[in-house]
């Protein structure tokens, strides 16, 4: 009808939309609240949450200890974007942007910040010389891939999920619209994985870390049953690489950090705290956020 058209107006200006974020969304950047951030002992700490793009640092870290990286300790504390803990003044000074992750590297003897998921993945790699080749080609199939992951996220996530899942209504041509390309997005990558055991080769990356947690989680079924809305179990090489990475125990670990299960990680001993341990096995539900 007619009567349900928008038409913008001449200017634009904030209501409060309905969905599951109306309540802390703005048009606005900055902090909100003075709050402090807690500091542990370790020389990383971590502010985030088990999201995708949240788990994607959390296996990182999980899998520069398996590999023998004792420098990589990190301390993990969770922030509940839903209760909009990333507006306090602590984490908008880490990330001005307002957004998990974000990183305090106190390794050195000047402690700096690095925030979003893609420049701290680059930071870790590079300065524990792993997951990310030193010379070409290698290197700029890693950055590429890992590049058009940091693209493609918004289109599943703020996209597909929004309208999917979180949008106060259904509304057709936003989720065929997303649909359509998160579809595209999985053909993507299942073209390349029919070539290579992994995104950028046959070495794992952190183009595959970066990966993973929005792919998998979309295949495990996340968003009310994408995997069977949007047919993903037709990309059989998605599937084969997310089955081999969900087996790495350092993914398993990383997947548990800033969640319900294990909402803080300041040791390894900390998962031996975690109830459920179903949440171990590499075909186990998902732990929720």
């Known amino acids: 009808m007619a009567d349900d058209i928008y038409t913008p107006p001449p200017v634009w200006q904030p209501t409060l939309s309905g969905g599951a974020f109306a309540g802390i969304n ?21 502010y985030s949450l088990g999201t ?14 398996a590999a023998g990286h004792a420098g990589a300790e990190y301390d993990a504390w969770k922030i509940g974007i839903g209760d909009g803990d990333q507006f306090g003044s602590g984490f908008t000074a880490l990330n001005p942007n307002g957004k998990i992750p974000a990183l305090l590297d106190q390794s050195g003897p000047q402690p700096f910040r690095v925030f979003e998921g893609g420049a701290i993945l680059i930071h870790l790699a590079e300065k524990f010389d792993f997951l990310l080749p030193k010379t070409n080609p290698a290197r700029a199939e890693t950055l590429s891939w890992l590049s058009w992951q940091i693209g493609t996220a918004p289109f599943i996530g703020g996209g597909f999920g929004h ?12 989720i065929d619209r997303y649909a359509m390309e998160t579809k595209r997005i999985f053909s993507v990558a299942n073209n390349q994985l029919a070539e290579t055991r992994f ?23 996340a968003y009310s049953g994408s995997d069977k809305f949007l047919s993903l179990h037709e990309n059989e090489h998605v599937e084969r690489w997310v089955k081999e990475i969900d087996a790495r125990p350092a993914v398993i670990r990383g997947r548990l950090v800033n969640t319900q299960a294990l909402p803080e990680r300041h040791s390894a001993a900390d998962f031996d705290t975690v109830e459920d341990r179903s949440l171990f096995d590499p075909v186990r539900k998902r732990a929720d956020v």
């Open 26 to 46: 703005r048009p606005t950047a900055g902090a909100r609240f003075e709050r402090e951030l807690p500091v542990g002992e370790h020389p990383f700490q971590l």
């Open 52 to 65: 995708p793009n949240g788990v994607k640092v959390t296996i990182m870290f999980e899998e520069l200890l």
């Open 163 to 174: 309208f999917y899942q979180y949008a106060p209504e259904k509304y057709r041509y936003a």
């Open 199 to 221: 995104l950028a080769g046959d070495e794992l990356t952190i183009a595959d870390i970066a990966a993973y947690p929005w792919l998998g989680n979309l295949l495990h079924g």
